[in-house]
């Protein structure tokens, strides 16, 4: 009696449990659907690092013209790499310009460049005279930064390069692309010299024909 008791438990206990069978049918339901929610996800991703690399971009500079305003000195934004977003005040010594130091600097999501694609409109938004073939339109800073393009907002709002005090206005544009993804993943950003007016714009087809459209 008692040993058929203690067999009927043991059996009841292994009917309770899940097979090696059934274990591993849950574990490939669980990977699969991992899986599909992982491809589901990618091109929300790739969205959110676009929409990432262009809000940085722009914040920094109109953070930093902001500040060029409120601080009464000069910010220089420049762009060392084709990911690197560098700034570094200026401030004002008589009879010459002190040296720029170094203030913060920010990188572009790892698929994200300052870069231009095929399919790009031929002339730049807001600048006719500007193209869609160059990453970085803006004069270039012989005396600060080697010759790279950069941008120095002053006091007075607007963005010039670093020949002189005052500098020449430094009308320009950047884009911002991932190279490895269609056209339609570009954005450019506007800058109006004698202002320091920042347009962000976003690529779009109308009618077959790519347009730059204001943000």
Known sequence: MTSRLVRSRIARGKSLGFSLLELMIVIAI???????????LMPLMKQNHVDQAYDMTLSVLRTFRNQAITSSGRYIISFPTNQTIQVQF???AS?????????????????????????LPTAAPDFPGLNGTTAIQFNACTITESG???????PDGSAQDDAGTPGNYNNGVLYITRPTSNVYSSRAITIWGATGRIRGWRLYSQGGVNTWVQQ
């Open 30 to 40: 669980g990977l699969t659907m991992a899986g599909v929610t992982f491809m589901a």
């Open 90 to 92: 200026w401030g004002y």
């Open 95 to 119: 009879p010459v310009s002190s040296a720029p130091t170094a203030v913060s600097s920010y990188t572009l999501p790892p698929d994200m460049q300052f870069a231009v694609q095929a399919g």
């Open 148 to 154: 790279n393009p950069c941008v120095i907002f002053n």
